[in-house]
């Protein structure tokens, strides 16, 4: 987890301390010194059996998930990454061990401010980044022909969709729900020009560890929606 802090550590902390899941032990990732011992004090106020790392969690997570052979036992992994520096790629790989799951802060806002108002004005960085992400070019559904005539124009303009910070969350849930058994939305939340998901990722086939996660995160959609 990266950029611990701001306007919305206190409802993080609430959904991970509160919640009914029976996990053996929580992990932590955070880049920032600073940051990383104040998780650190957080960690050791609650009763949770947790750990923070302090790095990259693109780089940690894989040698962790390789590290860990005891199969009975259940882990969660909370990600709240700096900007867009969680990759699908690491998603992959966390779905390859059944035995962790995901919750997962989503920055809507700041993958709607890589989608530019038309495809054609989309660089070449902010695609590549945007691919990273969602794991393909998938995000270009999101866009559409104007229904607005151009005299200037051969072909007409491609745009991006209104609400489309909504219909990225719906597509990228639907990218996340084809490697993992279940994922949701929990809440958004929002201040100071920001916008994020609260996500969870389910990575067990079992119908009843569907159902029990189900019912975990209809409980928390009601507490913080």
């Known amino acids: 987890m990266e950029n611990w802090g701001g306007d919305h550590t206190e409802i993080k902390l609430q959904v991970l301390l509160e919640s ?12 920032d010194k600073g940051n990383f011992r104040s998780l650190n ?3 050791e106020a609650s009763n949770k059996d947790a ?4 790095g990259d969690a693109n780089i940690l997570l894989p040698k962790i998930i390789d590290d860990t052979h005891e199969t009975s036992a259940r882990y969660l ?7 867009l520096k969680q990759y699908f790629e690491t998603f992959q790989k966390i779905s390859e061990k059944a035995k962790f799951d995901i919750l997962y802060l989503f920055n809507v806002r700041g993958a709607e401010r890589n989608l530019a108002t038309s495809e054609e004005k989309i660089v070449k960085l902010h695609e590549q980044c945007l691919s990273k992400i969602i794991g393909s ?5 999101l866009y559409r022909e104007s229904l607005q005539g151009d005299l200037f124009r051969e072909q007409p303009e491609i745009i991006r969709n209104h609400n489309i910070g909504n219909q990225l969350v719906q597509l ?8 993992f058994s279940y994922c949701t939305s929990i809440c958004q939340l929002r201040g100071k020009g920001n916008a994020f998901e609260l996500i969870y990722i389910l990575n067990n086939d079992s119908q009843q560890a569907k159902s029990a996660a189900k019912r975990n995160t209809d409980s928390l959609k009601k507490k913080y929606s």
Do not use: H, T
Request: with cysteine.
């Open 20 to 31: 009914n899941f029976n996990f053996k032990k929580y992990y932590f990732f955070e880049k």
């Open 172 to 179: 990228y849930l639907e990218e996340l729900g084809k490697i």
């Open 137 to 141: 070019q998938k995000y270009r559904s």
């Open 51 to 54: 750990v923070c790392y302090n």
């Open 77 to 83: 992994i909370f990600i709240d990454p700096y900007g």
């Open 41 to 43: 004090k957080l960690i």
